[in-house]
């Protein structure tokens, strides 16, 4: 069957990558809510037309009033998912092509959103939609679901888990290849002064920040463990009011501390007010589950690579959705693309992904006696 199955995702993929362009094309960057669209238009005319592509090829179609939504297939108490995302960061500068053109070029597809996260999830609903068209039954159902607010909040998705129960399990194309067993904790540190302390605001933000290494060892929290390796600060953001003065960061950290003894660690450099504005736990799978080997099988099987479960230092829905892991899109090797000029994917890549997919939710999900 595992054969059968990499064949039928052969024969669709011509389709699938006009179906992919589609969706590139439509200019999805986040914007201010207006009636019926919570992020925007773009992001409301993306969500449209990837249930568009769902219900042409034959699946059951859900939009949570337009935050989230979803193709389904199969009914059952439970299920389980793949969850991706349709909204895109800006565009920025420096494009060979036309940044939502989805061009095509020797065997390349460029555009914003091709690889974060538009051509995965895409590929997910093909997948699905290949197992459908060879007539293997589920044991529970499966939904593709369609994010829009992944790169500014997870709004959507606390809207989805307000109205939906989560899925048994399910994974996020959202992050790299092999599966990803263990994401780390992620915390927004807000550090708030008087404008009239300016001159020691400064001079707290170069000791402690800009003139020195990113694993916070001024601070004294360069925690690592072995599994997730170093804490890291990033994402500095300086602003201001009237009265006040604000210095953001965000801290990716492992598993073996809590935020508890981070920011006691942080306060006690600290002379000004210090406070957690934002976090999600660290996430993580036993690598022998049964999520994470079925994930690791359909991997090893299409690309005949080791597919040993790694950890992560992103962050994807995995935070707030419960049951799921990241899985994939990117193969070895391939950093730096998604949020950066001429972002790319390989159309051999976006095979690989679907039939990876494909054979995951076999894996998974597949009633005995399929054939």
């Not at 060879?134 to 679901?145: A, D, S």
């Not at 002064?193 to 300016?198: G, R």
């Not at 402690?208 to 994402?235: A, C, H, P, S, W």
Request: one cysteine or more.
């Amino acid at each position: 069957m595992e054969k059968q199955i990499l064949n039928k995702i052969d024969q669709l993929q011509d389709r699938l990558i006009q179906d992919i362009k589609r969706m590139v094309q439509i200019d999805s960057v986040e914007q201010p809510a207006v009636l019926d669209a919570p992020f925007g238009e773009g992001v409301k005319k993306a969500l449209m037309e990837a249930l568009t592509i769902s219900q042409e090829l034959g699946f059951k179609t859900t939009n949570m009033n337009h935050y989230i939504g979803y193709a389904s297939w199969g009914e059952s108490t439970d299920y389980i998912c793949a969850i991706g995302h349709l909204d895109v960061v800006p565009v920025g500068t420096g494009w060979k092509h036309l940044p939502f053109s989805a061009f095509e070029e020797e065997s390349f597809i460029y555009g914003r959103g091709v690889l974060d996260n538009k051509g995965p999830i895409l590929s997910c609903l093909y997948a699905l939609y290949a197992l459908k068209e060879l007539g293997i039954e589920m044991e529970k159902e499966v939904r593709i679901i369609f994010g829009c607010d992944e790169e500014t909040g997870f709004k959507d998705l606390e809207y989805y888990l307000s109205k939906e129960q989560p899925p048994v399990m399910g994974f996020t194309p959202d992050c790299k290849y092999p599966v990803v067993y263990g994401e780390r904790g992620r915390a927004v540190i807000r550090i708030t002064a008087p404008l009239k302390q300016h001159r020691k605001f400064f001079d707290y933000l170069n000791t402690y920040f800009m003139n020195t290494k990113n694993n916070g060892e001024t601070l004294g929290i360069d925690f690592r463990d072995q599994e997730f390796g170093m804490l890291e600060m990033r994402g500095y953001h300086l602003d201001s009011d009237d009265q006040h003065l604000y210095f953001d960061f965000t801290l990716s950290y492992p598993s073996g501390v809590t935020l508890e003894i981070l920011m006691d660690k942080i306060k006690e450099t600290c002379p000004f007010s210090c406070e957690c504005t934002k976090h999600y736990l660290p996430v993580r799978f036993e690598k022998d589950s049964f999520l994470v080997r079925s994930l690791q099988k359909a991997y090893e099987e299409v690309t005949g690579k080791d597919g040993t479960p790694v950890t992560t230092t992103g962050g994807t829905y995995a935070k707030l959705m419960p049951n799921i892991v990241p899985f994939g899109p990117s193969f070895p090797g391939q950093k730096g693309i998604a949020h950066l000029p001429n972002e790319w994917m390989k159309i051999e890549d976006i095979i690989a992904n679907a039939k990876i997919y494909a054979l995951s939710f076999y894996y998974l999900n597949a009633k005995k006696g399929n054939e």
